[in-house]
């Protein structure tokens, strides 16, 4: 890391800790949109986007949500209106890599034009691992506060035995909770038995929901229809860990008072330091394997 120039643009309370934690490193970093936060380390430097010269730039690191479809980037420190442009990219040498949370259809083009290297931070799996755990962490906060009776000899029903759902089984299995994990291949089935957890095929989830007191979502895709949520309690809880717009009929939950509660960006919530020193350590991954 030592005295490669990056360039931070906009961010939230995470980005506070990758900037102490790549600052300590030995990088040069220039910063966007922070001008109410402040730091006393001294290669750290606030910045505008025209007095910065973007040809001494090695990596440009966006936020978790990246840009809107104009290019427009959230930021928690300014009350700027910020935007990435194509030039800005363009101006940059040819090995800067651009790295965001997440990408839409605006930075795909702009760093497919400007034959950019585009790295989408939050579509590797050591980040979403890593992360899993504040995930987990802040589903159960969420739980506790919102249930009158204890996690412990509560039914939990997790969807999906992903990255996530493997987090948040552990977890709410390790407080009591009876944990049944709904999903569809086999070898799922298999490593849900040996760690002592109860495997319900997603066929059945319809037959299988209706004495769950909480019900976890982690599947990115529409599971939890109307169908599902008819056949629930009302007294249930969801929580839904799925990026948006989410697994669930919202509208049609609310309809019937069902209490639902989509937990999005929960590591930078619940712990917004560890999930800052994820994010650096994954950005300097990144950057180790780009200039090897």
Known sequence: MKNLNILLIGGDAR???????LAADGANIYLIGYESASFDTPNIFHTKCENLDLHTIDAILLPVSGTDASGKIKTSFSDESIYLTEDMVTQTPKHCIICTGISNSFLDKITRSSNRRL?????????AI??????????????MEHTDYTIHGSSVMILGFGRVGITVARMFSAVGANVSVCVRKSADIARMKVMGLKPVCMKDLNQKIGNVDICINTIPHLVINSTV????QQSALIIDLASSPGGVD????????????HGLGLPGKVAPKTAGKVIAEVFT????FNNN
């Open 15 to 21: 980005y506070l800790e990758v900037i102490d934690t």
């Open 119 to 127: 790295v989408r931070l939050f579509a590797r799996d050591d980040l």
């Open 130 to 143: 890593y992360n899993s755990i504040p995930t987990a962490e802040g589903a159960l906060s969420i739980a």
């Open 229 to 232: 949520l008819s056949s629930m």
């Open 250 to 261: 919202f509208d049609f939950a609310k309809k019937h008072d069902i209490q639902t509660i």
């Open 285 to 288: 991954d990144v950057l180790a």
